[in-house]
Antibody, heavy 121, light 106 residues
Framework: QVQLQESGPGLVKPSETLSLTCTVSGGFIKYYYWSWIRQSPGKGLEWIGY???????NYNPSLKSRVTISVDTSKNQFSLNLSSVTAADTAVYYCARVGYSGSAQSAFDIWGQGTMVTVSS | DIQMTQSPSSLSASVGDRVTITCRAS??????LNWYQQTPGKAPKLLVYAASSLQSGVPSRFSGSGSGTDFTLTISSLQPEDFATYYCQQSYSTLYTFGQGTKLGI
């Protein structure tokens, strides 16, 4: 079955760029939307953005000025870049697949295990 | 943004209890509502999509209902593995938003 795995540095310095990659295995990246979601320690879930396999993106307006999500279909991967990070960006970052039901309603149906990223000097 | 508000924020229950968690949207979202379960250290897991459809592999003791602005997740008979945090999430707008979570404990 389809599995997702996040990878990237666990520690990022303030003002630098956080970069993570999600590798999709057991299936193809094509024909789906793929998202990044984060969860700050002890807090709830925040959707960051999504990308379609064709490259179309949609970002959370609260992060839009700092976020770039890209896709590499040849590697079955998609990536997150978050620039100018601060301590407030410290969180567990999840990648997830956006699945669609027969009624065209969407949900995050497959998740990666998550990766903790700490912003600190 | 569509704001999602869950109640209660935390809940104590026992094995075998029937439990209901409520989620309210700040505007009508039809049935574009999903429920997730998260245990400590794990990623959220999709339980219910489109307000009332059970995700494949999810036990039938879980059920969802509602439309418009008010939704519920019901667990008919709590099992030990159900003690977790539950989140609702709207997909009516592609600015996806989650509720703040309901922590279900003993």
């Amino acid at each position: 079955q389809v599995q997702l795995q996040e990878s990237g540095p666990g520690l990022v310095k303030p003002s630098e760029t956080l970069s993570l990659t999600c590798t999709v295995s057991g299936g193809f990246i094509k024909y789906y939307y793929w998202s990044w979601i984060r969860q700050s320690p002890g807090k709830g879930l925040e959707w960051i953005g999504y990308i379609y396999y064709s490259g179309t993106t949609n970002y959370n307006p609260s992060l839009k000025s700092r976020v770039t999500i890209s896709v590499d279909t040849s590697k079955n991967q998609f990536s997150l870049n978050l620039s100018s990070v601060t301590a407030a960006d410290t969180a567990v970052y999840y990648c997830a697949r956006v699945g669609y039901s027969g009624s065209a309603q969407s949900a995050f149906d497959i998740w990666g295990q998550g990766t903790m990223v700490t912003v600190s000097s | 943004d569509i704001q999602m508000t869950q109640s209660p924020s935390s809940l104590s229950a026992s094995v075998g209890d029937r439990v209901t968690i409520t989620c309210r949207a700040s505007q009508s979202i039809s049935t574009y509502l999903n429920w997730y379960q998260q245990t400590p250290g794990k990623a959220p897991k999709l339980l219910v999509y489109a307000a009332s459809s059970l995700q494949s592999g999810v036990p039938s003791r879980f059920s969802g209902s509602g439309s418009g602005t008010d939704f519920t997740l019901t667990i008919s008979s709590l099992q030990p593995e159900d003690f977790a945090t539950y989140y609702c999430q709207q997909s009516y707008s592609t600015l996806y938003t989650f509720g703040q979570g309901t922590k279900l404990g003993i």
